[in-house]
């Protein structure tokens, strides 16, 4: 198996399959004595929620943006402020931010004070643009189109403000990915790689690398098939079938999909998991062919600004970006925020029929 | 002290803004830890030329066959060496989290000082699986490293084609919208599925995660092949002295606008409190003295919305439980697909009825091991087969929660029709 070759096989220590720990070790006393029996919460301001229990008793919760990939003089750093300014008892949410609980409403103003000195940000609370879902990238991805951890800083930069502040229409939920299987998931706006040529293949590598039936099964559109390129035994890829998706990289890296300047960036927005008024829903592509500008990305964020700006200004309370665009309709959408509405945006995957307009139900 | 520091002008600009920087933390790191001053050089380099310089491999612990991420730099220089030999192998060490992500001081404390010690001192809280991410350790110090983290208690996740690291929400510890007990039903299951998780042997991987209510924190619908979501049956509960409260505050027009408006089947209606009716399935609440809210609960979809606007005025019933749905992935190889429903409900208040909830997901498991094909996920395996052969298979009855609309077309064999009418009808009486 895949152990690491051991010398002396006999001194290793063997694994306590101990799985998930319990979470009561950790909770903070109140929570564990009024689990399961939470009456309310309020917000009293951005970056605070206030949890009234059926008992009686309240606890007040500090939410704070981290840079998700953290070195350990930040994680002691948190740890000392939830030790001197909260109850040394913290959790993290899905979105990387940190929470502090807190028994006393006293303590609230100065372990905010302390954590803003100290360089965290307050707020990614109800109506607020909060942390973005967060993958690897060049940090330490095996197959990459762009950086990830970087991206999220040099977007939180230019989104600081919204979010420490509930100002949007509903919340916002971001996510990065940066390669076509979108471990960032379903977001109201998120950006992902969009490669836009296909992979190029170095036929010296193939034979040795690649299980090359296993790489022939994992295109999508069947554009791949075993070929003798070279006198070697190889792989080669019907490029009029060929989309680019990448599928075939990670089982077989000699088919290099990355490209410098061909690996664009595209923005995708209306996914929402959350059942609230209406079901949960997929992303839709808006914009692509964004250059993957580092380190700042600055032609993506003036995308995302625009269309956040936009959502804003234009969308009713509650309505997430999904619900606004329900109402305004695409055509507006895209008039209202500039984007050229191309073919590409036009779906031809399986199942697309259902994104066409059979209807005449057209907003003018 | 480390060695010197390579210039990283590009990684520089990642230090300003309000923002906090990770490229800060990592230098941090450097100033006494090699390790760190080569992931800045490789990921400078990387910022450079636009590429990844990482590439896979064999690592792990004793005993487990998944749970680290190898990482090995193929950034050479003309003789084939490592050109930043000190990050070389940077491999993760992916360790599950306890339900919900809560910790003390205490043991995050820990893990830094096992981390310093062994790794890179990144860690991240927390992958996109859920899992913490120990990031950054050589092939020599994976073993020595996992034991301490071990011996604290903690655990690896999954990798490759595996049962996978789970997530929950922060649910009944410290949410009034939470409708089970997501702590204990993700223990139960996880903790069963200990060897599928570390030694990997399924067609692909499998993902379970755990919502208490509907508004789905997780993300379980589109992020896992089992989502189990929070819902209730019975009527929405209400509390009068908040909604007077709520109502004082927001007003009339907020209460249409915001609420009445955005009900997605129209059962939230707003009346004079004289006109309001009453009735087993009737929930009502006045918000001031002459008008108040009416909802007939047998209309209600269990969204969330009003309860989300008036969080305490309204609140989820009292027979709790959960909606399980199956098939949910992202786009690879044949499109997203969001779970779909396959149990409606089912109660998860006990013991027993957890039991019930991981003897089901033994099953579909079981199944998916033996009937997926390579890289093949629950949902597209689902596809491939249609729902009514694996509710078949997992002896589960239909029923009309599971489709959106039934057929649309006629391209279907229904000679077995008055079978399954006669099946359905002799189950009814015998209830």
């Known amino acids: ?364 | 002290m480390a060695k010197k520091l390579y210039d990283t002008p590009r990684l520089d600009q990642l230090e300003s803004g309000p923002w906090p920087s990770f490229v800060t933390g990592i230098k941090e790191l450097a100033k006494n830890n090699d390790m760190a001053v080569d992931l800045l050089g490789q990921l400078e380099a990387s910022y450079e030329t636009k590429k990844g310089y990482w590439k896979g491999g064999t690592v792990g612990v004793f005993g487990y066959g998944g749970g680290v991420i190898p990482r090995f730099t193929e950034l050479k220089d003309e003789n084939g060496e490592a050109k930043y030999k000190d990050a070389a192998e940077f491999h993760t060490l992916r360790v599950m989290p306890p339900a919900g992500m809560h910790y003390d001081t205490d043991i995050l404390r820990k893990f830094c000082d096992i981390w310093e010690k062994h790794g890179s001192g990144l860690i991240a809280f927390h992958g996109q699986s859920g899992d913490i991410m120990f990031q950054g350790a050589t092939t020599e110090n994976v073993q020595p490293a996992f034991d301490e983290i071990n011996e604290l208690g903690f655990d690896l996740g999954g990798a490759g084609p595996a049962v996978r690291t789970s997530m929950s929400c922060v649910g009944a510890a410290r949410c009034e919208q939470s409708c089970y007990d997501e702590a204990k039903a993700h223990r139960a299951i996880i903790n069963t599925f200990l060897d599928d998780i570390h030694r990997p042997s399924l067609p692909y991987k499998f993902k379970f995660k755990f919502s208490g209510c509907p508004n789905d924190c997780m993300n379980s619908v589109q992020r896992s092949d089992m989502a189990v979501i929070g819902t209730w049956r019975d009527n929405m509960r209400t509390d009068e002295a908040l909604a007077k409260k709520w109502f004082a505050k927001h007003g009339m027009d907020e209460l249409v606008n915001d609420v009445v408006a955005h009900c997605p089947t129209r059962t939230f209606q707003v009346k004079e409190l004289s006109k309001i009716k009453s009735g087993e399935h009737i929930t009502s609440v006045a918000v001031s003295d002459t008008h108040g809210v009416e909802i007939n609960n047998q209309d209600c979809v269990r969204c969330m919305h009003c309860i989300n606007v008036m969080t305490g005025a309204l609140a989820p019933g009292m027979d709790k439980g959960a909606t399980i749905l199956v098939g949910g992935k992202s786009h690879l190889k044949i499109g997203g697909l969001m779970g779909t429903v396959v149990i409606p409900f089912m109660k998860l208040d006990s013991d027993e009825a957890v039991e019930k909830l991981v003897d089901f997901a033994q099953r579909t498991i079981d199944f998916f091991a033996e009937n997926a094909l390579e890289h093949e996920r629950t949902g597209e395996m689902i596809e491939r087969i249609g729902l009514a052969n694996f509710l078949d298979a997992m002896e589960i009855d239909v029923d009309p929660s599971m489709v959106s609309a039934p057929r649309m077309n006629p391209y279907v064999r229904t000679d077995g029709w008055d079978e399954e009418v006669a099946k359905i009808n002799a189950k009814k009486q015998a209830a």
């Open chain 1, 1 to 364: 198996m895949n152990q690491v070759v051991a010398e002396k096989p006999a001194a290793k220590r063997k694994p306590k399959e101990t799985g998930v720990p319990d979470n009561k070790q950790f909770l903070h006393p109140l929570m564990e004595k009024n689990y399961g029996n939470w009456k309310y919460h309020d917000r009293p301001r951005p970056g605070v929620l206030h949890h009234v229990a059926h008992s009686g008793d309240e606890i007040w919760t500090v939410r704070a943006g981290t840079q998700r990939q953290m070195d350990v003089h930040t994680i002691r750093k948190l740890c000392q402020i939830a030790d001197d300014y909260a109850e040394s008892r913290v959790r993290f949410t899905i979105r990387s931010n940190i929470e502090f609980m807190v028994s006393d409403e006293k303590k609230v103003a100065p372990l905010i004070a302390e954590l803003e000195k100290s360089g965290f940000p307050v707020g990614g609370t109800g109506n607020s643009v909060t942390m973005i879902a967060h993958t690897q990238g060049w940090l330490h991805c095996d197959i990459p189109g762009t950086d990830a951890s970087g991206v999220v800083k040099a977007l939180m930069d230019e989104l600081y403000d919204e979010f420490r502040r509930e100002e949007m229409p509903n919340r916002v939920h971001l996510s990065t990915s940066c390669c076509e299987i979108n471990c960032g998931g379903q977001a109201d706006l998120a950006i992902i790689v969009q490669h836009t040529k296909p992979p190029v293949i170095n036929h010296d590598l193939v034979a040795n690398v690649c299980e090359r039936p296993t790489v022939v099964a994992r295109c999508p559109v069947a554009a791949i098939r075993p070929a003798m390129v070279n006198g070697k035994p190889s792989l080669e890829i019907d490029e009029s079938k060929c989309m680019c998706c990448g599928a075939c990289y990670p089982p077989c890296p000699p088919m290099q999909i990355n490209d410098p300047e061909y690996s664009k960036l595209a923005i995708w927005v209306g996914g929402k998991n959350s059942n609230a008024r209406g079901k949960p829903t997929f992303m839709k592509m808006v914009a692509s062919g964004l250059p993957n500008n580092a380190p700042r990305w600055p032609e993506v964020a003036a995308v995302v600004k625009n269309i956040l700006g936009v959502y804003k200004e234009d969308a009713r309370p509650w309505e997430r970006l999904a619900d606004w665009i329900d109402r305004i309709g695409w055509p507006r959408f895209f008039e209202k925020t500039g984007l050229p509405f191309t073919k590409y945006l036009i779906d031809d995957w399986r199942g697309s029929r259902a994104n066409l307009n059979a209807s005449t139900h057209i907003r003018f």
